[in-house]
Nanobody
Framework: QVQLVESGGGLVQPGGSLRLSCAASRSIFRPNVMGWYRQAPGKERELVAEMSDGGTTNYADSVKGRFSISRNTVKNTVYLQMNSLRLEDTAVYYC?????????????WGQGTQVTVSS
């Protein structure tokens, strides 16, 4: 089992920034992909961004140019820098880690952190 603990969520005004962090409780199997998903009320959980331990990234079209994912593979952490936040970015954000050989949304999940964008 891998436990993931997220932090960094909160309330921010439109156009503001937040940085989410996610730390794994132990060393992670390799090769792997760490990523961020989000779920807004009444909507399905969707991929926001992911990054393999080899450095390959993938972003949802809605966040390209605004969000940036990064990792520290030694510390087993993943970060999500969110800039130019919009009202529609409001959601619970979940950290995920999976084997690179398994499908998206498999693997282990964090408990989620709330991001609210509001004026």
């Amino acid at each position: 089992q891998v436990q993931l603990v997220e932090s960094g969520g909160g309330l921010v005004q439109p156009g503001g920034s937040l940085r989410l962090s996610c730390a794994a409780s132990r060393s992670i199997f390799r090769p792997n992909v760490m990523g961020w998903y989000r779920q807004a009320p009444g909507k399905e959980r969707e991929l926001v961004a992911e990054m393999s331990d080899g450095g390959t990234t993938n972003y949802a079209d809605s966040v390209k140019g605004r969000f940036s994912i990064s990792r520290n593979t030694v510390k087993n952490t993943v970060y999500l820098q969110m800039n130019s936040l919009r009202l529609e970015d409001t959601a619970v954000y979940y950290c995920n880690v999976r084997s690179i050989y398994h499908s998206r949304a498999s693997g282990f999940w964090g408990q989620g952190t709330q991001v609210t964008v509001s004026s």
